[in-house]
């Protein structure tokens, strides 16, 4: 193996002889988080290490590793470990040493790339095909039990003739001109889907509502940061936005619940595009529809905005609001926690492009 | 929370100068499923259910001068479809049975008018009709609401309906079968509506299909006069089709069950057309 493959682990007692796993009931949860420098994994860390059921958690980042992610690291609890996972040796090196030897037993998968202008073979990989690897692998694994994949409200067809609260089983965005940034998350989230009950590895896919925080590849931040925001005149849709709080519930909920499956996971806020633009403190623009494209592809090139519109055009124009029944019923996860408007764009650190 | 938006502010004061402060108040007590920001998912929001009736008040009491039959059928709770002949050529009965059932009703019901496809896409008119309660004629919309205990709205006929030639008028189109399958399967009774008056209403020469396409809607009408003529609506309600009593909702699948309620509620709408052209003394009276 060389350098480059072997993962880097900063906390001691990784090279710990390898646990044979008890059953859920006899011990804490051992977590793997991918993601975890983004913000979102950074909560869920801190969650998981403020919870007495979980004995150990491992934050897989992209970046060097990062003590930074708690302010009072416990050895014995946390391990960081920086892995790229656009490659499958990698992760087969990661699964099957830091996490074999820590006894993980359940992997959260956040890692996506953020950026919607992100795209190629190497962008690919670290969407779907780490997924890919880390599902295989995991259900050869000799520790690995549970899987929680994070997938995104992204991946369902949002249009006119389709139901505006949107079930499980709603129509997918499988159309061949989506950008790669949806194709991937459709690809991740099936792959992932294809996975349960092949195995007794079990397998809960989270579709998330859009998390309106920085540093989560929410397309609807990035469109409210600007002072005017832009919007197809005529239309007004009804949006579901979830906080960084709730995802984490949800996420935490997952990882203790023994149920396997799709869930939506919406947020605690549903209302209309103008009346989020305007909580934000921002100024509502309605324009001619056809105007908004080449105005926001301006908007990107100028200011290097992530925002596109073209990416979100029915989103602007129909309403799409998760129903989150099942993951009430199932996983007993409720939004609980509504959005403080006006978001503070600086109110959580922001992270780097990939959410590895 | 959010503030409130711009239009809601602005729906309620529109509302405020269009409609008494008794109606106002009236529509206080208007019950909706609240998701936290003064809408409910789907858009509907009682500030603009106030300004939908303070707009089409005038039409309804005024222009069309609406008469109400046997408005004492429409349930006051749980789960219940409307289900009226469609006519006109614009959808002015949709609007007069809206405004019809959130007066008749107290506390005031809101019946969700289920739309064509082609509603909720057009531009301003999808999301004002949105507010006041329409959604798009999804199976999967009708199924929440349904499941929430809403009052459906249905045309039956569905578009064909409304742009019937005026030599034959009243002359009903073929019921779909997606009101009765869902009422059998959600338990909630059908009310039959007639609507007489609104086949007057605007006369087309014809329907231009090419008009239609950049909009989305299958047809634009021609009509032989520029505003709807000031005919007089009559709306019938028929006694609730007591699907919910006589069937069992796993019955919803059997498609001779589902024909044999639509066919009942078609005869039932098409027995208070003919009652309702039999009463009326003109078409403006």
Partial sequence: ?????????????????????????????????????????????????????????????????DQGLVTDPDPDRLSVVQVDLDKERRIRNLLFGPARDRGIDCVVHLAQHRSAHARGSRVHAFNVESLRAILELAERHPTIRRIVVRSDVAVYQVQRDLPVLIAEDHPLNLGGGAPQWVQDRVEADVTACARMGMSALEVVVLRMAEVLAPGTGSQLFDYLESAVCLRPAGYDPMINLLTTEDACTALTKSIFNDAQGVFNVPGADTLPLSAAIRSWGRLGLPVPGGWMDPLYRWRSKLTGHDFRYAMNRRRFHYSGVLDGRRAREVLLYVPAQPIEWPVDPLGEEPAAATGG | MAAPTPTSSLARLIASLGLPAAELERLGALHFRDAGHGFDPFGLSPDHVALGESVVLPLYERYFRVRSVGAHHIPRSGPAV???????????????????VLRQTNPPRVVRPIADHFVPALPFIGTFFARGGMVGGSRGNAQTLLEAGELLLIFPEGTPGILKPFRERYQLRRFREGHAEMAIRHGAPIVPVGVVGGEE?????FLSRRLGKPFGVPAVPIPAVPLPLPVRYHLYYGEP???????????????????????????????LIQRGLRERPGVFS
Avoid: K
Wanted: a negative charge.
């Fill in chain 1, 1 to 65: 193996m060389s350098q480059a493959d072997r993962p880097s682990s900063t906390a001691p007692g990784a090279t710990s002889p390898l646990l044979v796993h008890p059953s859920w009931a006899e011990h804490g949860r051992r977590v793997l988080v991918t993601g975890a420098s983004t913000p979102l994994g950074e909560r869920l860390v801190r969650t998981l290490l403020n919870d007495s059921r979980v004995e150990h958690v491992m934050a897989i980042t992209a970046e060097p590793a």
């Fill in chain 2, 82 to 100: 409307i289900a009226a002949n469609h006519s006109g050529n614009v959808p002015v009965d949709g609007m007069l049975i809206w405004t019809d």
């Fill in chain 2, 201 to 205: 209403q605007l006369p087309a020469l």
């Fill in chain 2, 241 to 271: 089709i007591p699907v919910h009593e006589r069937y069992r909702p796993e019955e919803a699948d059997d498609p001779a069950v589902v024909r044999a309620v639509c066919a009942e509620v078609q005869a039932a709408v098409h027995a």
